[in-house]
Antibody, heavy 116, light 107 residues
Framework: EVQLVESGGALVQTGGSLRLSCAAS????????MSWVRQAPGRGLEWVAD????????YYVDSVEGRFSISRDNAKNSLSLQMNSLRAEDTAVYYC?????????WGQGTPVTVSS | EIVLTQSPGTLSLSPGERATLSCRAS???????LAWYQQKPGQAPRLLIY???TRATGIPDRFSGSGSGTDFTLTISRLEPEDFAFYYC?????????FGQGTRVEI
């Protein structure tokens, strides 16, 4: 059974940093693109970033480019999102998802709140 | 960036009725790289349809997707009580990948 379990969400001050993690199991992690998708409170879904299976290519939505960094550890079946210079508009539930096209598998999400 | 506009914003229907949800793209979606998701409060999205018309594994056949280019439709032939939820379209043919703002299907 495919499982994606996010962690690391928290309340953080504007300008602060946070690192999210996603533990993957039940599939060959090292063969799959992985993505982060977020959902602001009461809002729709927004793709944030994705990463190639070997980590050699990474893509970001413009609003987080230069502030967020996606990475992976294939030996540990783990995906991460380092978030720096956080803004109020980054407040959202962050989901880890398998793939970089349509998303068949999602984690349960981890909430991030950015407040002054 | 491809902007996806879903309509209506809210669809008020009764169990057993047919639901028709629309998703219109600001530019043509490459190779029908269009998906639909269902989301209930407090839950992660659930993939319903990909490739504009292919049902994901385990999705009942009352859900169907159609369309190409800039106009796509999700149809629920006969609403079941568990179908009342939010629905999002998603294009993954161009970067950045984008989602529609959602349609709420309510009783």
């Amino acid at each position: 059974e495919v499982q994606l379990v996010e962690s690391g969400g928290a309340l953080v001050q504007t300008g602060g940093s946070l690192r999210l993690s996603c533990a993957a199991s039940g599939f060959t992690f090292s063969s799959n693109w992985m993505s982060w998708v977020r959902q602001a409170p009461g809002r729709g879904l927004e793709w944030v970033a994705d990463i190639k299976p070997d980590g050699s290519e990474r893509y970001y939505v413009d609003s987080v480019e230069g502030r967020f960094s996606i990475s992976r550890d294939n030996a540990k079946n783990s995906l991460s999102l380092q978030m720096n210079s956080l803004r109020a508009e980054d407040t959202a539930v962050y989901y880890c998802a398998r793939g970089a096209g349509y998303y068949m598998f999602w984690g349960q999400g981890t909430p991030v709140t950015v407040s002054s | 960036e491809i902007v996806l506009t879903q309509s209506p914003g809210t669809l008020s229907l009764s169990p057993g009725e047919r639901a028709t949800l629309s998703c219109r793209a600001s530019q043509s979606v490459s190779s029908t790289y269009l998906a639909w998701y269902q989301q209930k409060p407090g839950q992660a999205p659930r993939l319903l349809i990909y490739g504009a018309s292919t049902r994901a594994t385990g999705i009942p056949d009352r859900f169907s997707g159609s369309g190409s280019g800039t106009d796509f439709t999700l149809t629920i032939s006969r609403l079941e009580p568990e179908d009342f939820a939010f629905y999002y379209c998603h294009q993954y043919g161009s970067s950045p990948r984008t989602f529609g703002q959602g349609t709420r299907v309510e009783i």
